[in-house]
């Protein structure tokens, strides 16, 4: 980390701005990383995998920042392809640009590197990063992040004893090349081989505690495929935090945590002093799988007694009554000094009504997943870059309508049109009888509503309009739906997208434009002067300044 005027002038040559503009973000802290992703061996389930590797870790270094620091990330791509990282909730505030997924951000080509910069504006919390193409995820370059609130913040519990990360998620024993070559064959990827806790099998990690310390845990699922529960044997788990919102803190014995979720939950160690068991186990699955982590208590003498803690297997029920007991802390500052119930969001008209829902579909005689119909190719440029540069022909706004059509899928590269300062209610409908879990680039939303069944403009009558938690992930039962509203306060192209990887791959995804005619900083930051540019925007120049 560093601060002054040469890391000013490092953003400021990057980014493109004048030297002045960036003196203002120059009283926030900057924090430097250098990362070299390469191609390594792992046994993660006791066979050798090719994994993708971050400063030769498996999962990749933690992220650690405080609101509003600007993360600079220097990434070497020493892979055989093409590469990208994304940030899953780092809202990349009038800057998409550095979204990372495949609409906004060209690769970083083998053997080159790219400089990514972030910055935590306004945010706190737990997110991860993962990269995005070619289905590298199942191989790995996952990592965590931790937001913390700045010092004169006041955070709703006290310091806990230690902070620690538990990325948990379903694994494959094949290799990641191989599986991406099953999805472009048109063949179902199968069960996953196992579960793993923080790139671990069965007791491979452990978390230390000091009896009757108090800490907290940061709990993502990183997987491809399968909402997952974790439950502490002995113990109950206290949830204070979700994606950058603190909760009501509420007491549970396990804790469901979807595709692509996170979730902060404190711990105290006021059992008697044993090594006890962390149990992951699937969800909505026939065939249930289980791996565990260990909790050992300094002054342990030995294992535990006693079976290994239960938890839901099927049970949608179970798991839709604990969502809707997550509730927003209102009263509790976010990442600046007012409450965060101060936001009043149900008492906001809603301007649109957008409705989504998936489906699978065949398509060319191979497996493919839609929204509203619509399965999405991606363009031979980054739609985000096609836009700045006026690119015609690369996307068209309208390729995704509003509402579900119910007729056949088809393959479009698909952008739906959004204005500039819209409040808009959108709402994800699941007919079919998997959990699905969608995920919005560019922002937090407010989860309003779910229930089991079609949606209506009756199901309005049982939104929560009060203290419904903000979030940027968030899951849709089977034969179910679930309801959002979202201020549309962030201008550019924004990845929206199923966190099951291989439903995503496939095409269960779009993008949001949410425009302005506005050419003002204010609202968006120009192209940066670092951006690598491909496809039809090849040799073009990012910036004259």
């Known amino acids: 980390m560093a601060r002054g005027g040469s890391a000013v002038a490092v953003l400021s040559f990057l980014l ?17 990383f250098t990362w070299n992703v390469s191609y390594g061996d792992i046994y993660p389930l006791g066979v050798k995998q090719q994994g993708i590797l971050i400063n030769g870790q498996f999962p990749g270094p933690q992220i650690e920042a405080v609101t509003n ?11 055989n392809e093409p590469f990208l990282l994304s940030w899953s909730g780092i809202q990349q505030r009038r800057n998409s640009f550095e979204d990372g997924v495949a609409g906004t951000t060209c690769p970083i080509p083998p053997g080159a590197n790219f400089t990514y910069i972030l910055q935590a504006k306004d945010q706190i919390g737990t997110y991860f990063y993962f990269p995005s193409l070619a289905f590298h995820k199942a191989a790995g370059g996952f990592g965590g992040i931790r937001v913390l609130s700045r010092p004169r913040i006041p955070v709703p519990f006290p310091p806990p004893a230690a902070d620690y990360t538990v990325l948990i998620g379903d694994w494959y ?23 793993l806790i923080n790139g671990r099998g069965w007791n491979g990690y452990t978390f230390t505690v000091q009896p009757g310390m108090t800490y907290r845990f940061r709990i993502t699922n990183v997987g491809l495929a399968t909402s997952l529960n974790i439950r502490f044997q002995g113990h109950t788990i206290k949830l204070v935090e979700v994606e950058g919102s603190h909760t009501m803190q509420t ?89 965060q119930g101060s936001y009043h969001y149900g008492q906001v ?20 997943y839609a929204v509203n119909s619509v399965s999405h190719v991606n ?12 690119i ?50 560019g922002y937090a939303f407010w989860v309003v509503g779910m229930n089991g069944g079609k949606w209506s403009p009756a199901s309005r009558q049982i ?55 506005s050419t003002s900083w204010r609202d968006e930051f120009p192209i940066p002067k670092n951006a690598l540019l491909c496809g039809r925007a090849a040799g073009r120049r990012t910036r004259p300044f």
Not at 350 to 367: D, E, H, V, W
Request: aromatic share 12%; charged share 15%; glycine share 8%.
């Open 16 to 32: 493109g701005l004048p030297l002045l503009s960036v003196l203002v973000a120059g009283e926030d802290p900057y924090r430097f």
């Open 69 to 79: 620091d600007n993360l600079v990330v220097n990434v070497f791509n020493k892979l």
């Open 173 to 195: 024993k094949t290799n990641h090349t191989d599986l991406r070559y099953m999805l472009d064959s048109g063949k179902a990827l199968g069960f996953p081989d196992g579960l």
């Open 251 to 339: 007491a549970y014995s396990s804790l469901d945590v979807h595709l692509g979720q996170s979730y902060s939950v404190l711990l105290t160690a006021d059992q008697p002093g044993f090594d006890y068991s962390i149990v992951v186990s699937t969800r909505f699955t026939t065939k249930i799988i289980s791996t565990t982590a260990v909790l050992h208590y300094a002054n342990s003498a030995g294992k535990a007694p006693g079976p290994l803690p239960g938890g839901p297997t099927t049970q949608i029920d179970w798991s839709l009554n604990q969502a809707r007991s997550i509730r927003w802390n209102l009263t509790a500052s976010g990442p600046r000094p007012n409450p």
């Open 349 to 368: 008209p809603t301007t649109r009504t957008i409705r989504l829902a998936n489906s699978a579909a065949t398509i060319n005689g191979k497996q493919r």
């Open 379 to 390: 363009a031979d440029t980054p739609l985000k870059i096609a836009d700045y540069y006026k």
């Open 392 to 441: 015609a022909g690369v996307f068209s706004v309208g390729t995704i309508s509003d509402s579900p059509t119910y007729g056949g899928a088809y393959l479009r590269t698909s952008v739906m049109g959004a204005d500039y300062r819209g409040y808009v209610e959108i709402v994800f409908e699941n007919s079919e009888n998997e959990v699905q879990s969608w995920h919005i680039d």
């Open 463 to 517: 939104y929560n309009l009060r203290d419904g938690v903000s979030r940027y992930t968030v899951q849709v039962y089977p034969n179910a739906w679930t309801a959002i509203y979202m201020p549309l306060d962030n201008v550019g192209m924004w990845n929206v997208r199923s966190e099951t990887w291989a439903r995503q791959y496939l095409g269960q995804q779009f993008y949001l434009r949410v425009w302005t005619p």
